[in-house]
C-alpha cells in the first residue's frame, strides 16, 4: 500500500468517523459532583432553597421572565400587546405589590399562548421565512421563560426538560464552523 | 447554545457564584466535553469523569480571564485536553508507557469472533497517536491547530496521524480479515 493511500481515509471510513456520536451524557452523580466540588473551592453559592421567604427576588424574577415572554410574544404576533403588558408589569413592581405581580405573570401567560395561537392561524397565509422568524422567536420565549424558572426552582423538571430539548435542537441545527478555533493554556 | 446566552450565565457564575447558571452551562456543554474526553482517554469513563469535573473546576477558577475571543465550549475542549495529557503524563511517569507505545496486535486479534468497532480501535491507539486522530478526524482541527495545542511541529502532528490511521486499519483489518475467514484458522496456526 502505497504512502498516499495509507494516510488518506477512503469514502467508507471518512462516513464511519462522521457516524461516530458528538456527544454523550457523564454518569448521572458527575453533576452533584462538580457542583459540590466548586461549592467546597468556594466557586459556588448554595441557591437559597427557602427562596419563597423572598418575595421580592421570587416574584421579581417571575416578573421578569413574564416582562421578557410577553415581550417577545407580542413581538412574534406583529402587535404591541406584549409592550403594553411589559409596562403593567413594570409599575405593578414598582408599587411593591406582589400578589398583582403573580396575575400578571399568569395573563402574560396566557397572552403568550394566543400569540402563539395567532402565529399558527397566520402560518398558511405567510411567506415561510416568516413563519420560521416567528417560530424562532416563540422558542426564544419558551427558552428564556424556561430558564427564569429554572433560577426560581433549580430542581423543576419540567422547565429543565424544556432547556435540554432546545439546546439539543440548538446542537443539532448547529453547523460546523470552518473559523480557526483557538484555545487557552492554564 | 447562543454565545450570548453562555456568556450570561458565565457573568452570573463570576459575579454571583451563582449555581443555577452553573447548572445552565454544565447542561449545556458537558455531553459534548465528556465525549470528546472519554475518547481521548481511551474509553476509560472513570477516568473521563474526573477529567471533565477537573475541567469544570479550572473552568470556574479561571472564567473571569477568559476574554469570549473563542467560543466557550472550544475554551472549555482546550482544558479539558490539557488535562488529558497531564494524565498520560502521570500515567507514563507511573507505569513507563510511551505514549506512542504501539499495542501487541497479537492480543488485540486472538479473538476472531469479537467484532472490534471504529470506536474501539482509537481506543486501542497509545495515547499520543489517539489524541492527533481524535483532533483531526473526529473534531476537525487542522495540522496547525493540533501543533499549536500540543505544542509539537506540524511535522510531527501529520506523522503521528499517519500513525495512527495505519495503526486503525491494522487493527480492522486483522479483525474483519478473521471474520470473513480470509485467513483459514489452520492455515494461520501452521504460520505462527
Known amino acids: 500500500m502505497s504512502h498516499r493511500n495509507e494516510d488518506e481515509w477512503n469514502e467508507a471510513e471518512r462516513r464511519a468517523f462522521q457516524a461516530l456520536a458528538r456527544s454523550r451524557q ?7 459532583k462538580t457542583v459540590r466540588r466548586l461549592r467546597e473551592e468556594g466557586l ?13 427576588l421570587a416574584w421579581g424574577s417571575a416578573a421578569a421572565a413574564a416582562l421578557l415572554a410577553a415581550f417577545l410574544a407580542g413581538f412574534s404576533a406583529g402587535h404591541y400587546q406584549g409592550a403594553q403588558s411589559t409596562v403593567q408589569v413594570l409599575a405593578t413592581l414598582q408599587q411593591g405589590d406582589l400578589m398583582p405581580a403573580a396575575a400578571r405573570v399568569q395573563q402574560t401567560g396566557s397572552d403568550y399562548i394566543a400569540a402563539l395561537n395567532a402565529l399558527r392561524m397566520q402560518a ?15 422558542a426564544a420565549a419558551l427558552y428564556a421563560a424556561a430558564a427564569e424558572v429554572i433560577r426560581l426552582d433549580p430542581n423543576d ?10 439546546e439539543m435542537q440548538q446542537q443539532q441545527n448547529r453547523k460546523p464552523s470552518n473559523q480557526e478555533r483557538k484555545v487557552f493554556w492554564f | 447554545m447562543p454565545v450570548s446566552q453562555d456568556r450570561e450565565w458565565a457573568q452570573a457564575l463570576v459575579k454571583h457564584g451563582d449555581e443555577v447558571a452553573f447548572r445552565c452551562l454544565y447542561r449545556s456543554h458537558t455531553p459534548r466535553l465528556y465525549q470528546f474526553v472519554l475518547r481521548v482517554m481511551g474509553g476509560v469513563e472513570m477516568d473521563a469523569e474526573d477529567v471533565v469535573q477537573e475541567t469544570w473546576v479550572r473552568a470556574v477558577t479561571h472564567l473571569e480571564r477568559f476574554r469570549w475571543q473563542s467560543a466557550f465550549s472550544t475554551w472549555l475542549t482546550g482544558i479539558g485536553l490539557n488535562l488529558c495529557r497531564e494524565r498520560f ?27 472490534i468497532d471504529l470506536e474501539q480501535a482509537i481506543a486501542l491507539l497509545p495515547d499520543g497517536y489517539r489524541t492527533v486522530l481524535v483532533l483531526h478526524d473526529v473534531e476537525g482541527f487542522t495540522h496547525l491547530e493540533i501543533a499549536r495545542q500540543l505544542e509539537i511541529s ?4 501529520k506523522s503521528q496521524l499517519f500513525n495512527a490511521r495505519k495503526l486503525i486499519r491494522s487493527i480492522l483489518r486483522g479483525h474483519r480479515s478473521d471474520k470473513e475467514g ?3 484458522p489452520s492455515k494461520r496456526r501452521r504460520v505462527e
Open chain 1, 26 to 32: 457523564p454518569g448521572v452523580g458527575l453533576e452533584e
Open chain 1, 44 to 56: 459556588l453559592r448554595r441557591p437559597r432553597a427557602n427562596w419563597w421567604r423572598r418575595p421580592a
Open chain 1, 124 to 138: 398558511d397565509s405567510s411567506p415561510p421565512e416568516q413563519f420560521a422568524q416567528g417560530r424562532e422567536v416563540a
Open chain 1, 157 to 166: 423538571p419540567l422547565a429543565v426538560r424544556i432547556l435540554q430539548g432546545l
Open chain 2, 89 to 115: 503524563r502521570r500515567r507514563q511517569r507511573r507505569r513507563g508507557k510511551d505514549l506512542e507505545a504501539v499495542p501487541d496486535l497479537r492480543a488485540v486479534h486472538s479473538h476472531p469472533g469479537v467484532a
Open chain 2, 154 to 157: 506540524v511535522g510531527t502532528s
Open chain 2, 182 to 184: 480470509i485467513h483459514e
